[in-house]
């Protein structure tokens, strides 16, 4: 590898690990955010950035809002077709818990209501 090839992997080291400082900080406010950490590593390929979340909690904060929930340590809440750490749920028109994306929240023996 010649120093041509080792700046320019320097440079997108650095530049990957710049766009995850902006994610974080873009999203820094969002309910249920996790940072991501940046790490460099050395390749056969020069120097590389790798993401990976946060094992650290996340702030707690009160909404005032009545079906507002919080995750302390590891998880996720389980909804339709997936999971999310995003606890802003309220009721649809059946009584069901729903999150921002209109997906319900499910229990261990379903949808919640």
């Known amino acids: 590898m010649d120093g041509m090839d080792w700046m320019a992997s320097a440079m997108r080291a650095a530049r990957a690990q710049l766009d995850t400082a902006t994610h974080n900080l873009a999203n820094a406010g969002s309910d249920g955010f996790r940072r991501l950490r940046s790490t460099l590593a050395l390749t056969g390929r020069g120097l590389a950035a790798r993401e990976s ?5 996340g702030g707690i904060r009160e909404t005032g809002r009545r079906f ?4 302390l340590g590891a998880g996720a809440f389980t909804v339709d077709g997936g999971s ?3 606890g802003a749920f ?8 729903i999150d921002g994306h209109g997906r319900r929240l ?3 023996h379903g949808p919640l209501r």
Do not use: I, N
Not at 68 to 71: F, G, I, Q, S, Y
Not at 90 to 96: E, H, N, P, W
């Open 90 to 97: 309220v009721r649809d028109r059946d009584g069901r818990l």
């Open 68 to 71: 507002d929930l919080a995750l």
């Open 84 to 86: 999310t750490r995003d």
């Open 106 to 108: 499910h229990g261990l």
């Open 53 to 57: 979340p946060s094992v650290e909690q």
